[in-house]
């Protein structure tokens, strides 16, 4: 997974392979999943793959991401609070949306992100 995440700073800044990863190393690492760093995407749950996707994504130069109906990813949004919660750990400065259904709001309820109606 460590260079499925670094390839986006490889291909598109420039950045040498050994740092590249050693960032993408710290991102999973802030979310406690530094472990999956040497998997391949067979050996990942469905929610560790919807973090690598969620790195790649804010390593690249766009200022806005957009999640779309994040059950289609991950299937089981009983623990989206714990989510949401590494998803701002993770953040620094991107603008991160979450689009999903009002059946679902619960699952936000006092959650950092944010619910667009």
Known sequence: M???IAIIKEVHFWMNTKEA???????LDKIGLVHIGEYRLHQC???????VILIRALMTKEKKIIIKMPYAILYNLRDMRN??????SLNSDKDI???????NEIN?????CNIIK
Do not use: G
């Not at 949306?97 to 059946?103: A, E, G, S």
């Open 83 to 88: 989510i949401c919660q590494k998803i701002d």
């Open 21 to 27: 990863q050693l960032l993408a190393k710290e991102f």
């Open 108 to 112: 936000y309820k006092e959650a950092l």
């Open 97 to 103: 949306i979450i689009l999903d259904t009002f059946n």
């Open 2 to 4: 460590l260079e499925n």
């Open 45 to 51: 749950s469905l929610q560790e793959r919807f973090f």
